[in-house]
């Protein structure tokens, strides 16, 4: 079993930076492609990045593309999700989540999952 614990939510004004963290715990992640997905009040979740479990490639939702990066460190087994000029779109409970078989963006596709931490961007 693997146990996600999500951390580094928070209140931000739009044009902010949040930098959130994953840390897995239970097994070594270190095989398994790491993802964020989001879902604010009264709509599905969605994807927001992955990452392959060697970090060398990475996918990221259009909304978000080139103001989030995703990251991770297998030897501290945490995955990382660097939130820069965020909108009040972005508004959300954040989620990360362990896939074994690969990054597949989709939430079905995932093994494991946090409990999600809250991000709420002001204008």
């Known amino acids: 079993q693997v146990q996600l614990v999500e951390s580094g939510g928070g209140l931000v004004q739009a044009g902010g930076s949040l930098r959130l963290s994953c840390a897995a715990s239970g097994r070594t992640v270190s095989s398994y492609a790491m993802e964020w997905f989001r879902q604010a009040p009264g709509k599905e979740r969605e994807f927001v990045a992955a990452?392959?479990?060697?970090?060398?490639?990475?996918d990221y939702a259009d909304s978000v593309k080139g103001r989030f990066t995703i990251s991770r460190d297998n030897a501290k087994n945490t995955v990382y999700l660097q939130m820069n000029s965020l909108k009040p779109e972005d508004t959300a409970d954040y989620y990360c989540?362990?896939?074994?078989?690969?990054?597949?963006?989709?939430?079905?596709?995932?093994?494991?999952w946090g409990k999600g931490t809250l991000v709420t961007v002001f204008s």
């Open positions: 989540a362990a896939n074994r078989a690969g990054s597949s963006m989709r939430v079905y596709a995932m093994d494991y």
């Open positions: 990452v392959s479990w060697s970090g060398d490639r990475t």
